[in-house]
């Protein structure tokens, strides 16, 4: 149950909200049509969207966009208060912030192609004295004027885009302004020979793990973790081939980021190592 709940608004907007709660609870996700920055004051909670569940600790938070109904944050334990700080950003306000320069953070990445709408934040040090001090305002109502919710806005996104998920956090706040939708073979092929994993293709689709396994059977008629691992290993036996490029360079290039696991599974698959695979050819 909620046992208290505080707000600021700007331009006519939610734009900082302050909830406690009291577990047991279920709570209906407190915004709409926005992008959204969760902080996790005090106590661990559960947030969840469709079949994903997102489990977020004491300072940790969770940034989201495109939220809508069917969303909610719980907690089943029988102690243990929850404080959440919930800070929305609404294109209108933030249109009207930066008019002239936008950050590089509200900008359509160039090379990011993701339908990613969620990502969780890591404990940051500054993030948690930001959120410390917005609690002074909270607890001092007659010092909020517009301005200072302009700098406090202004300090947010500045923090964001100096955190080590900066770049996936780009991809979510840009959809506000550059809404693209990229189809789910468009993901795979963009991503497939980064070093990244079926659960970091997941999310980049925006589906679970186990829709992602299903989605991808139905595309490729293959597992990913078979396909991708075929489509790498045929790629750096050509670049084997074309190029002059270090065995180790080849293989962080389709995606591999262990050289000794690059050279067993190319010798499974093509019965020679790597640097034979070359000679040979040549």
Known sequence: MVTDYKKMDLFGETFIQKVILQPPFEFPFPVRDSACFLFSMEGDLQFHQEEEQYEVSNNYSLLLTCVNSGKKVSNSAKSTKNEVVVISFHPGTLKKIYERDRPLLLQKPKNNISNQCSEK?????????????????????????????????????????????????????????????????????????????VEDLAQKTNLSVSSFKREFAKH?????????????????????IASDERVTDIAFDCGFNDLANFTKSFHDKYNITPTNYRLKSK
């Open 121 to 197: 934040v890591n404990n940051d040090f500054l993030i948690k004295k930001y959120i410390e001090g917005l609690l002074f305002y909270f607890e001092n109502p007659s010092l909020v004027n517009e301005d200072i919710l302009i700098i406090k806005l202004k300090e947010i996104i500045l923090l964001l885009s100096q955190t080590q998920n900066a770049d996936t956090i780009q991809v979510i706040l840009s959809q506000l302004f550059s809404p693209a939708t990229y189809t789910f073979k468009q993901i795979i092929e963009a991503n497939i020979f980064l070093q990244v994993g």
């Open 220 to 240: 490729y008629n293959d597992s990913p973790a078979n396909y991708i691992k075929t489509k790498r290993l045929e790629k750096a036996a050509e670049l084997l």
